[in-house]
């Protein structure tokens, strides 16, 4: 039987899910309270940098100390679903569930998102964030992954994105996904043309925002992955009438093309 750990990153106390697959971690814990669950500011880690890097400081200790076969984050209040248009506790994913799917498919994210009303991935973040980060992300590709580029101008001229910084998959290709990202993330900011102090603090989550395109780019250049995508519920928001007829939409798309090929 496979080792099995899905983290689940927050900042405060939140209601667990019940199985015990699960394990609370706390991100951005560096020079905090203890909540009482596993630290991100333990052994090799970035903890310090959360407000910059948001959940990535989680995924990054995972990174360099989880020991599980496969593993995963989550959010506190975002959680895969097994079944659309449900958000009872009992639909969050199990351990067993878990185990079957990872039989069939290599990763599991998000259902994608579309930014049609925003134009491209590309516009959507001009629209969104600050763009000339996203081209700085592209300029350290091209220098030090440069096979990458093709997949890069490929997403962002796109409509399609998973988010949420949300995965499972296993602990090889986690490390593999992790290397690249964060090889990526520590050139943008070793260039220091982007100053947080000059922003408010939604806009300093920058290596967040950007990390949640870049997933994109890495799995578009290694699509021989099998990725499964599932719903992602916000637990403390109730369903609106526009998230369903969105979330059907993406249904009814995604069932006729695959993810990244």
């Known amino acids: 039987m496979k080792d099995i750990k899905i983290y689940i990153a927050a900042h405060k106390k939140f209601v667990e ?16 309270e203890s909540l009482g669950y596993q630290s991100d500011a333990e052994g090799d880690n970035i903890s310090d940098k959360n407000s910059s890097y948001c959940e990535l400081t989680g995924m990054y200790w995972m990174w360099k100390h989880a020991k599980a076969d496969i593993i995963g984050l989550v959010h506190y209040r975002r959680y895969f679903f097994k079944k ?9 994913l199990s351990k067993k569930d878990i185990e079957e ?16 009303k925003r134009g491209s991935v590309y516009d959507q973040y001009n629209y969104a964030h600050t763009i ?17 580029m093709e997949a890069y101008n490929k997403i962002m001229n796109g409509s399609e994105c998973v988010q949420y910084n949300m995965i499972i998959t296993r602990k090889e290709i986690y490390d593999e996904y992790c290397e690249w990202l964060f090889n990526v993330l520590f050139k943008v900011e070793e260039r220091e043309t982007i100053k947080l102090e000059d922003r408010d603090a939604y806009n300093r ?3 967040g925002f950007l990390s949640e395109r870049l997933f994109n780019v890495w799995a578009f250049k290694n699509n021989h992955y099998k990725i499964h995508e599932l719903p992602v ?25 695959r993810l990244y090929k």
Request: hydrophobic residues 40%.
């Open 17 to 32: 899910p019940k199985d015990d697959v699960y394990v609370p971690l706390h991100v951005g814990a560096s020079g905090k």
């Open 84 to 92: 659309i248009l449900n958000k009872s506790s009992n639909n969050i």
């Open 101 to 116: 799917l990872m039989e069939n498919y290599d990763i599991i994210v998000p259902l994608r998102g579309f930014t049609y």
């Open 132 to 148: 000339s980060d996203l081209d700085l992300a592209r300029d350290v590709i091209k220098e030090i992954y440069p096979e990458y």
């Open 205 to 207: 989550r920058v290596y």
């Open 233 to 257: 519920y916000n637990t403390e928001l109730n369903f609106r009438k526009e998230t369903i007829i969105a979330i059907v939409k993406k249904v009814f798309f995604i069932r006729n093309k």
